[in-house]
């Protein structure tokens, strides 16, 4: 008998792990990536407070002038740049990066690729 592989349940099992050790302080705060099947979304939170401070995703209206699709990877470079962008503006240079769960390459590659060309590091 065949059995069904659950992928999401999966990848929250894997990021309920990651999230035990990745944790974002208002000196550094956490770079969360959401990937769905045709977005893709990302936040910067500061974990003590429980506030996002700042968040960019392939729906934003910036997003959409550029005609990009948010399930490619040069898209997912846009809102990388974008978050950073956002992210400068509030005067956060430091992030941790937390991936969600997913395989660090690809899209979420790509998004820490435009975070990283934007002005933040981790």
């Known amino acids: 008998m ?8 999966i990848r929250r099992h894997k990021h309920t792990r990651v999230r035990k050790s990745v944790t974002g302080t208002a000196e550094r705060p956490r770079l969360a ?7 893709i979304y990302a936040q910067v939170i500061d974990d003590t407070l ?3 401070l700042a968040a960019a995703s392939s729906l934003d209206a910036e997003f959409k002038e550029a005609k990009l ?3 490619n990877v040069e898209g997912a470079q846009k809102v990388g740049e974008l978050i950073a962008k ?3 503006d509030k ?8 991936r969600g ?4 390459q690809g899209r979420v590659a790509a ?5 990283r060309e934007g002005g933040l590091n981790f």
């Open 111 to 115: 998004l820490a690729a435009g975070a």
């Open 33 to 39: 990536v959401f990937r769905s099947l045709n977005h």
């Open 69 to 71: 699709s948010g399930g």
């Open 101 to 104: 769960g997913n395989i660090y």
């Open 2 to 9: 065949r059995k069904t592989v659950d992928r999401q349940a």
């Open 86 to 88: 956002r992210a400068r």
């Open 50 to 52: 429980g506030a996002t």
């Open 91 to 98: 005067g956060i240079g430091q992030v941790v990066f937390d």
